[in-house]
Structure formats: structure tokens, C-alpha cells
């Protein structure tokens, strides 16, 4: 495939798609491959799921776009569910979690300045985005060579040290940015004490707490939010990758209390908020939100989680850990992640790794427990192979 015109960033998989349906995508030659990374977390519902297409089709017969100097009846919809979901709130409707995260922060900073307030506190290897802003609130620093200097009055807090926390935070500390469960950080979820503690220097220091739900949001941790396994409210949450279906789409969730802090004319956004992503997302969150359909990814979680745990038992040579929450799960190896991920696409199997060394799986929330079942034979069949390999021996 001649990708010349394509500027690219990334190396792409080598194989062609040619079409994709439910948990599975096709190449040209119409082998099937179970995709358990789902677009990076975007189809919950798997490929083309029939209430979105169905959404979309409706949208289609109405209007594609009419800029927000109107407000469309899905995207009025849209906003009035996620608010009856997650707390009293305004939302601002963006294209992707970058958009949303950037939104965020200069909500953050206007209140900031208010309250006498301007610095950023945000977690070790959290990743918020790639926009200047974004990257700033980005803790990684090999994704940052070739772009500073970045944003200034930002700090970086080490993930679960309670010291460190307690040592940051200050009457200067204007917000600090979590993503509970980090993504492109290596599946890390914060631990609650942690949490606990921050919450107590929030009400000591008054800072705004803002929850990057990006890839937690919409089901992917067997609660509609992540936060919600925590019990507690934070003060702006950001959404997109699953929220619109496929379609892009992402959001600000504002917490009531800061709903003056943008004024006309403070941000804007052209294709935010689209009416066919809108109408789409709707579909999508009306069909996790149900408690059921929660409580299945939760158990399909811990039985995904046992499997995997099992194989750890089994191959302590290859796997070092495995961790995660609901059907977001990494495996951190002791292998190449990539050679596993190489072999994995013989097998018919898409995984997404991190770096070099961890798995990262974001399957679709409908996933079966025979599909799951099938992944973990496989996934044995690999592991012995990369043994025997190891021990010299013909795979």
C-alpha cells in the first residue's frame, strides 16, 4: 500500500482493511481479525453497531451541520442526558479529548485568575493531548522534544505518593488534571488514598480537580465513569472517544458551580457538537448507561482479568503484571510487547501495545466470553511460542 501522500506519524498495521462489522475487522483477502483495541477505544458498541448507524441515518435525512449559532435538537438532547448522569453541570461540545482538554484548561486558568490562582498540578506519564496546551498538561517527555519551550506553571505530581502531593499543593494550586485510570501511561489506576488526600487538600486549599475521562469515560471501567467508582464529584470532567460512536466527537462537562466562568465570545468551536455525531452519541450512551449492560462489563472484566492473571501464574518469565479496571486492561511484559502484538495479527488478533512493554486492551464492551475465551487460548498459544523461542528451540 503507497502511503506517500499520508504524512504519518505512527507505523501503521500491515494489513489492508476492507471492511468491519461487530468485533471484528476484515482484511482484503477476507481473513477476520477480533479487534481488541476498537479504533483505541472509540467503538464500545463494536464496529457499525446498528443503533448508531440507525442514528446516523436519521440525522443524515434531516441536516449534516448547521454551526452553533444554532442549537440542534441532538446535541440539546445529548447534553441534557450527560447532565442528568453525572452531576448539575453545563456542556461544551468539542471534535476529540485534545479539544475537550484544552477547553478545560482555559476554563481552569479564567477561574485562576479570579482566585488569585495560576499554578497546574497534573500526574506523572499522563497523557492529555497533543494540541500546545495539551501537551503541556502531558507528562511525558519524549512527546515533548522538538516543541518547548511548552506552557509555563505546571507541575508534575508523582501518581499515588502521598508525600508528594502533600508537598505540591499550595494556595498558588489553581487545578490539577487526573485521568483515574491513565491510558498511554501504562493502565494505572489511582490508588484511593490517594485520591482521598487530594480531595482533603482541595477542600483545605480550594483548587479545581478536572477528571480526563477521555478513554475511561462511557463504560470502559464497568461504571459510566470512571470517577463513580470513587464517590465523589470533580469539578470539570472531559469526554470524547467512545461519546460519539465512531463519529468524532468529545465534550466539557462543567460542574454548575463554574457555569459563569466562560462568558460569550471566551471559546468557540466550529464542528463541536455536529448533529449527526450528537444523534449517534445519544444512541451510544443510551445503551451503556443501562445498569445491566454495566454490570456485564464489569464481570466480563474480572473474568478477562482472571484469564490473564492465570497466564501470569503460567508464563512468569514473560508476564510481569496485569492490571486495570473493567475492560481497560494492561499487561505489562517482560518481552517485546511488540513482537507479541506482531505474532497476536498471525493469530487474528489486533492488540495495541504501549512503548515496548506493555498490552494495552480496550476491546469492545459487547465482547462475548467465547471471544474472550479465544483470545486467551491464542494468547497461550503465543506465549509458548515466544518460550520455546527463547529456550533456542524451533517455534
Not at 449559532?69 to 461544551?92: G, K, M, N, W
Not at 465534550?251 to 460569550?264: N, P
Not at 518481552?335 to 486492551?361: C, F, H, K, P, Y
Amino acid at each position: 500500500m503507497n502511503n506517500a501522500p499520508l504524512m504519518l506519524f505512527h507505523d501503521p498495521f500491515p494489513i489492508q482493511i476492507e471492511r468491519a462489522q461487530g468485533h471484528y475487522v476484515y482484511d482484503k483477502e477476507g481473513k477476520a481479525y477480533l479487534d481488541l483495541f476498537s479504533g483505541l477505544g472509540v467503538h464500545v458498541l463494536g464496529h457499525r453497531h446498528p443503533l448508531v448507524l440507525e442514528a446516523i441515518a436519521q440525522q443524515l435525512d434531516r441536516y449534516l451541520h448547521l454551526s452553533n449559532t444554532f442549537i440542534s435538537e441532538p446535541t440539546l438532547q445529548l447534553a441534557q442526558c450527560l447532565t442528568e448522569l453525572t452531576f448539575p453541570s453545563r456542556v461544551f461540545f468539542t471534535n476529540s479529548g485534545t479539544e475537550a482538554n484544552e477547553a478545560a484548561f482555559k476554563l481552569a486558568r479564567k477561574w485562576g485568575k479570579s482566585h488569585r490562582k495560576h499554578r497546574f498540578l497534573i500526574l506523572d506519564r499522563s497523557f492529555h493531548g497533543r494540541t500546545m496546551g495539551s501537551l503541556s498538561l502531558t507528562a511525558q517527555p519524549i512527546l515533548h522534544k522538538g516543541f518547548e519551550p511548552l506552557l509555563t506553571d505546571i507541575g508534575t505530581l508523582e501518581m499515588n505518593d502521598l508525600d508528594d502531593l502533600r508537598q505540591k499543593i499550595d494556595n498558588t494550586t489553581c487545578a490539577v488534571f487526573v485521568e483515574l485510570v491513565q491510558g498511554s501511561g501504562g493502565i494505572r489506576p489511582v490508588e484511593r488514598a490517594w485520591l482521598a488526600e487530594l480531595l482533603k487538600l482541595k477542600e483545605k486549599y480550594n483548587f479545581l480537580v478536572i477528571v480526563d475521562e477521555v478513554q475511561t469515560g462511557l463504560g470502559r471501567t464497568g461504571k459510566l465513569f470512571a470517577y463513580q467508582h470513587f464517590n465523589f464529584l470533580p469539578d470539570v470532567m472531559t469526554l470524547a472517544k467512545a461519546l460519539g460512536g465512531g463519529l468524532p466527537l468529545g465534550a466539557v462537562v462543567i460542574h454548575e458551580r463554574l457555569k459563569d466562568v466562560f462568558q460569550k465570545g471566551d471559546h468557540g468551536t466550529t464542528f463541536g457538537g455536529n448533529p449527526v455525531s450528537t444523534n449517534a452519541g445519544l444512541a451510544v450512551l443510551r445503551k451503556v448507561s443501562n445498569p445491566d449492560f454495566l454490570y456485564a462489563v464489569r464481570t466480563k472484566g474480572r473474568w478477562l482479568r482472571l484469564h490473564l492473571e492465570r497466564l501470569r501464574f503460567e508464563f512468569p518469565s514473560l508476564i510481569q503484571a496485569v492490571r486495570g479496571m473493567g475492560l481497560m486492561i494492561g499487561v505489562e511484559l517482560k518481552t517485546s510487547a511488540r513482537m507479541i502484538q506482531q505474532l497476536a495479527l498471525q493469530e487474528g488478533i489486533l492488540l495495541n501495545v504501549i512503548g515496548d512493554q506493555i498490552i494495552r486492551l480496550l476491546p469492545p464492551l459487547t465482547i462475548t466470553c467465547d471471544e474472550i475465551r479465544r483470545f486467551i487460548q491464542r494468547l497461550r498459544k503465543i506465549f509458548e511460542r515466544v518460550e520455546r523461542m527463547d529456550k533456542g528451540v524451533a517455534p
